[in-house]
């Protein structure tokens, strides 16, 4: 089993939201040291970022947080909610032996859960870092991680990659 750290959406456009019931600043942190777990283990990561179609010029803060992008990580620019449509990111995780998905970034209930549902539909193993992830508002974010995502995988925190 080979296992594929998927990084949603850590953009400074996106981080500098108000989302809760964590901010995206700590969000980041954390999936800045699951990345790093992931890096040492020889397991890929994938960080994906999106763009918004038809315009010749993004917003600022379009690009990857700093610190984010390491040598040998998978990049993945999606024009859509989720990961998968148009971006190559199944052939890319199939030929890098990868079955399954642990999910994290923002927003939960956006990029996260479409990404997820996707996978589900490519028939990866899901798992889902609750606290290095978060929503437009607690109640959300707090619904989809207790009821939603246990249908799809494991939920976990960071503390189980570390």
């Known amino acids: 089993m080979t296992s594929a750290l998927i990084l949603i959406d850590l953009m400074p456009r ?3 939201l108000p989302v809760a019931p964590h901010s995206g600043e700590e969000v980041l ?4 040291r699951l990345a790093e777990a992931f890096r040492a283990n020889g397991r890929p990561v994938v960080l994906v970022r999106v763009e918004r179609p038809g315009v010749t010029e993004q917003p600022p803060g379009s690009g990857f947080a700093d610190g984010l992008v390491r040598p040998g990580d998978v990049l993945i620019v999606k024009r859509t909610v989720g990961a998968f449509h148009g971006t190559g990111l199944h052939d890319t995780l199939r030929g890098l032996g990868v079955d399954t998905l642990v999910l994290a970034g923002l927003v ?5 859960e479409s990404t997820a549902r996707a996978a589900s539909d490519h028939d990866y193993e899901l798992e889902f870092v609750a606290d290095a992830m978060s ?5 959300e974010h707090e619904f989809t991680v207790e ?3 246990p249908r799809f995988g494991a939920v976990r925190d960071t503390a189980h990659y570390i």
């Open 14 to 16: 996106i981080i500098d």
């Open 29 to 32: 942190t954390r999936c800045l």
């Open 108 to 112: 939960t209930t956006m990029g996260v």
């Open 135 to 139: 929503g437009f508002a607690a109640d």
């Open 147 to 149: 009821r939603i995502f």
